[in-house]
């Protein structure tokens, strides 16, 4: 008889199931501008006609440094951070998948959850870091954000980076978003990725 | 149809077909079922995302068939329908059958290609046709033969057909096995070809596949890759030998056998205090012998003997090692037909996102959705606390 969830592999040996292929689409959020107004979650919303308490983009508001004293420089800030799907290059969730049910496409490096072969047992959402996957109760599978895989195919962008009010979402090529990072925004910290490449290698962007 | 389409048609329309609805491999990817492909005696079967697949060094033996446990590997000629149809008049009057293979003795009442192409159902047929029938296997040295590798599970299938006889009080001292060298190839014509002919009737099977892959790439393939809507199928393989059983059973009074886990057909299964009725070892199970049955009070797991295959496969899938085997099984169990419970719970609905959970959830909110929210601010936390990287 098998071990106890022999099957399972965590996320670190997820490595030898997939990779960041030749081309990875991302996502760069830029958190200075970010203003918090969910604008990106509704379009997503409307865009994917997703169920009641299902929602691919979710924005949490953080607060961020101290305050010290009425006299002392403002050391407070509230930021406002996008979370969609970070189509990992070592995704969790298409490790902990028990039927194989999510793939990575070689193409893009879109990460997909197939809804037909779906059984709804969560494992990925489980497994997920940063717990995306979603259950949608009426068709009994999970769900999760796509990166608009349907407009990306026609050419278009993902529709929580068209719809953001400050523009301060951009859609492209990982190696090509990079570059765009370094040159408009050098004097700006970057954050990097969340998490980073000790982890299920995320691939969006944020800086701040 | 013209001689050559006639032909064509057997070359090309392959006698065993793979239905992925039950194949553990097609179900679960990551189960590391390769029975199929261990067993074939020329290694024509690969393995692989898609399932299974039967490639042109296939010799029609019917190995796979035999070994597959869920009955996933049909026949459409040389089932075991079609050998027992012609066993009652082989045996008749007969006390004892002797069975062999192509290599052994020739002259024995039951032929087949290979002893690993034997089943329970036809190792137990002989008893059927008559109460004092033995059996004795005529059993060349197959490491010297070139299809040795298929006689691995052999002895296994000795065990448990002898658990079988035990059970049925007939007593697994009525299978024998006499050992002898290993004879050329017979000459034989409903079972096999030699040679030369094999090589002349090989070389017309490769054109007459080359022209069917050239007018329909999909039908001259007999693995076929997964089906998008996993439909439960009958294992109509199991379901042939409980008819049988049942009926050996009705003249018999059945001895209490206990036997090991492992060389029973069907799993003691038990679920500890860990399981999340998440229903996942439900849905991977090929034989469909697990059901997660709920309603608005009590989320129950159900479970049958008389499906269950013994996989394994619910042990490994479920992520909190909830499902156990226990260590031994009374054998009498793969003839139950009513649905076992093996786990209950009391059933909650998450405030949240309206999932079923059992157990420690705080205010109806369910224990992933506890998890998650945990999560993601440790993900918060983490992308402004540490400083900033290089991209």
């Not at chain 2, 094999?198 to 076929?224: C, N, Q, W, Y």
Request: with cysteine; proline share 6%.
């Amino acid at each position: 008889m098998s071990e106890r969830g022999a099957f399972i592999a965590d996320e670190v040996t997820a490595a030898s199931l997939s990779k960041k292929g030749p081309k990875q689409y991302t996502i760069w959020v830029d958190l200075e501008f970010c203003v918090g107004c969910h604008a990106c979650t509704m379009a997503c919303k409307a865009e994917n006609n997703t169920p009641v308490g299902v929602d691919y983009n979710r924005v949490t508001e953080v607060e961020v440094g101290e305050f010290k004293d009425a006299k002392a420089k403002p050391g407070v800030r509230v930021y406002f951070v996008p979370m969609p799907c970070m189509h990992c290059g070592r995704p969790a969730c298409l490790a902990a998948c028990p039927v194989g049910a999510i793939t990575k496409r070689e193409e893009d490096g879109i990460v997909l959850i197939n809804k037909d072969k779906c059984i709804g047992c969560r494992y990925c959402a489980w497994a997920c870091p940063y717990g995306h996957p979603q259950f949608n109760a009426e068709a009994k599978v999970m769900e999760k954000c796509t990166l608009c895989v349907h407009r990306v195919e026609k050419g278009l962008k993902p529709a929580c980076v068209d719809t953001c009010i400050a523009r301060t979402r951009f859609f492209g090529e990982m190696g090509d978003l990079v570059r765009l990072v370094n040159e408009k925004r050098s004097k700006r910290v970057s954050l990097g990725f969340i998490g980073g490449e000790t982890t299920t290698d995320p691939s969006v962007i944020y800086t701040k | 149809m013209t001689i050559f389409e006639k032909i064509t048609t057997a070359m090309t329309e392959h006698p065993t077909t793979i239905e992925p609805a039950l194949c553990i491999r097609c179900k679960t990817p990551k189960s590391d079922c390769s029975l199929c492909a261990d067993r074939c005696p020329v290694g024509a079967i690969t393995l692989s995302g898609a399932g299974p697949e039967i490639g042109p060094d296939c010799l029609d033996c019917g190995v796979c068939y035999a070994v597959c446990p869920t009955g996933a590997f049909d026949r459409k000629r040389g089932g075991d329908e079609e050998i027992i149809a012609g066993m009652g008049e082989r045996l008749a009057g007969k006390e004892i059958c002797r069975i062999s293979c192509l290599r052994g003795d020739a002259e024995a009442d039951l032929l087949v290609h290979c002893l690993g192409r034997l089943t329970e159902r036809l190792l137990l047929q002989p008893l059927h046709l008559n109460p004092l029938a033995r059996l004795e296997i005529i059993q060349p040295l197959c490491k010297d033969c070139p299809m040795g590798g298929s006689i691995a599970l052999f002895a296994d299938l000795l065990t448990r057909v002898g658990h079988f006889y035990d059970l049925l009080g007939a007593g697994r001292e009525r299978i024998s096995i006499t050992r002898i060298p290993l004879h050329p190839v017979r000459h034989n014509s409903t079972a096999g070809q030699n040679g030369s002919r094999r090589e002349f009737l090989g070389a017309i099977r490769g054109k007459a596949m080359d022209m069917a892959t050239a007018m329909s790439p999909e039908h001259a393939r007999t693995g076929v890759p997964a089906p998008a809507v996993s439909e439960r199928q009958e294992n109509r393989k199991r379901a042939a030998l409980l008819e049988l059983l049942r009926s050996l059973v009705e003249k018999r009074e059945l001895r209490p056998v206990r036997i090991p886990a492992r060389e029973s057909i069907t799993a003691p299964l038990a679920v500890n205090s860990r399981c999340t009725a998440c229903g996942a070892c439900a849905a991977v199970c090929p034989a469909g012998a697990l059901k997660l049955e709920k309603n608005s009070e009590i989320i129950s797991l159900l479970f049958r003997a008389d499906l269950c295959v013994n996989c394994g496969v619910c042990a490994g899938i479920c992520r909190d090692g909830a499902v156990e085997r226990h260590e031994t099984v009374l054998l009498s169990r793969v003839l139950a037909t009513d649905d076992v419970e093996l786990f209950t719970a009391s059933r909650q609905e998450c405030q949240i996102c309206r999932l079923d959970f059992i157990g420690q959830g705080v205010d109806g909110i369910c224990p992933l959705c506890l998890d998650i929210h945990r999560r993601q601010q440790e993900t918060i936390k983490n992308i402004f606390a540490t400083p900033s990287r290089e991209l």
